[in-house]
């Protein structure tokens, strides 16, 4: 079956690094992608791997390892408006997005 | 730009009832998607449309329909609501349904209540 594991909650102070784990099973693979999703609204795409190793963007820094089914998101800096869910969501072999609940990520001054 | 535009924002309905959830995207993008969103769990696909004209069922197709009449509108009907219908759901897009590269782009949401 395919299954998306990753923390349900994590706390972190503001200025500070926070990485989020996502350790994935799918039906084949086509990239993976991580979202960000600020309650009551829509998520937004964050960042996308499909190649093993770091793609940085800015704060936020997305890695993959395929041979693991592993990914990690990073945020650098945390400010306040960073409190959101993070989505990890792996694409499978049909170009499905398969969706992880999400970790809620809370931001302390 | 618009984006996706979803109808209504908001609904309660009573069990039995029928409704349909619009969406509309101004992107020109080929694929278009609906999904569920529940407390504690990842969003759900319902149903997709890799293309006007062709729909295909999710993990959780059952009681919902899909049309996919055109490029820009992709509606999904209830047709007969029961209270697990429940959920905050979402429309969404992309170029191609079948590329890896495949980024999805979200409506706002339309949060149904069935009671």
């Known amino acids: 079956g395919q299954n998306i594991d990753q923390p349900t909650e994590m706390t972190a102070t503001e200025g500070a690094i926070v990485q989020i784990n996502c350790t994935y099973q799918t039906s084949g693979f086509n990239g993976l992608f991580w979202y960000q999703q600020h309650a009551g609204e829509a998520p937004t795409f964050l960042s996308y791997n499909v190649l093993d190793g770091l793609e940085e963007k800015g704060r936020f820094s997305s890695f993959l390892s395929r041979s693991k089914g592993y990914s990690y998101l990073l945020l650098k800096e945390l400010q306040m408006k960073d409190s959101a869910s993070y989505l990890c969501a792996p694409m499978d072999s049909n170009y499905q997005l398969i969706w992880g609940a999400g970790t809620k990520l809370i931001i302390k001054p | 730009t618009a984006g996706i535009t979803q109808a209504p924002t908001s609904q309660i309905l009573a069990a039995g009832r029928s409704m349909t959830l619009r969406c509309t995207q101004d992107?020109?993008?080929?694929?278009m998607y609906w999904y569920r969103q529940d407390l504690g769990l990842g969003l759900r696909l319902i149903h997709y449309?890799?293309?006007?004209?062709?729909?295909g069922k999710g993990e959780v197709p059952d009681g919902y329909s899909v049309s996919r009449a055109n490029t820009d509108d992709f509606p999904l009907t209830l047709a007969s609501a029961v209270p697990s219908q429940t959920s905050v759901y979402f429309c969404?897009?992309?170029?191609?349904?079948?590329?890896?590269?495949?980024?999805?782009?979200f409506g706002p949401g339309t949060r149904l209540t069935v009671l």
């Open positions: 969404a897009s992309s170029d191609s349904g079948t590329g890896d590269y495949n980024e999805q782009f």
């Open positions: 992107m020109r993008h080929n694929a």
């Open positions: 449309s890799n293309t006007a004209g062709t729909t």
